[in-house]
């Protein structure tokens, strides 16, 4: 049972433009929601988080959407740059932290 | 601050071979958790612990042995190794399982023939 599915393998964007990144999850007792990016050759790194009691949390060029009705979450990269290109995870945190398949994203030139 | 660190780096292992793979933090860390990343299965959580002595299973457990017996140490052992054990394996840490952004290692690249 996959409490948390990334359907997109992966994803390419032009440079300049928008990137977005989706999950789905069914517990619905995630206390919070993170994204993690991983680059080849290196562990995953941290990249933004939000409560199951937001709907929104931004930073920088990164903003993730929660909707609970839908049990779904977006992270939107704006503007995208070459060196976003990496694979991001979604997870979801009860005490433990169960990550997704991830999503491969290349940024052209 | 050396962070989180796993060795060895990379492990070529007979079917039936057992071996532990080593997770070390230095940041007083609570809450570690070893992953497998595998292509299109993403990172599946194996054990975790959240502090010495206390150990539980992820979503993967079968296959692997945990213990914790220090606050900076959590080994991963594999029994009897299988092919289905060919993997990338991750160690993370965190102040508590709470905590939103956990630092992980750099990751032991392990092949069972």
């Known amino acids: 049972d996959q409490q948390v599915k990334q359907n997109s393998p992966s994803l390419s964007v032009q440079e300049g433009r928008i990137s977005i990144l989706n999950c789905d999850y069914t517990?619905?007792?995630?206390?919070?929601f993170l994204w993690y990016k991983k680059y080849p050759a290196e562990g995953p790194t941290f990249l933004i988080s939000?409560?199951?009691?937001?709907d929104k949390n931004e930073d920088g060029r990164f903003t993730v959407f929660l909707n609970k009705s839908a049990k779904h979450l977006s992270l939107h990269i704006v503007p995208s740059q070459p060196g976003d290109s990496a694979v991001y995870f979604c997870?979801?945190?009860?005490?433990?932290?169960?990550f997704g398949q991830g999503t491969t994203l290349q940024v052209k030139p | 601050n050396a962070g989180v660190t796993q060795t060895p780096k990379f492990q070529v292992l007979k079917t039936g071979q057992s071996m532990t793979l080593q997770c070390a933090q230095d940041?007083?860390?609570?809450?570690m958790s070893w992953y497998r990343q595998d292509p299109g299965m993403g990172l599946r959580l194996i054990h975790y612990?959240?502090?010495?002595?206390?150990?539980d299973q992820g979503e993967v457990p079968n296959g692997y042995n945990v213990s914790r017996s220090t606050t900076e140490d959590f080994p991963l052992r594999l029994l009897s190794a299988a092919p289905s054990q060919t993997s990338v394996y991750f160690c993370?840490?965190?102040?508590?399982?709470?905590?939103?952004?956990?630092?992980f290692g750099p990751g032991t690249r392990l092949t069972v023939t």
């Open positions: 993370a840490s965190s102040y508590s399982a709470g905590e939103r952004e956990q630092y």
């Open positions: 517990n619905s007792m995630f206390d919070y």
């Open positions: 939000i409560s199951s009691i937001k």
């Open positions: 997870g979801g945190n009860t005490g433990k932290l169960i």
């Open positions: 940041m007083n860390h609570e809450y």
């Open positions: 612990s959240v502090g010495a002595g206390i150990t």
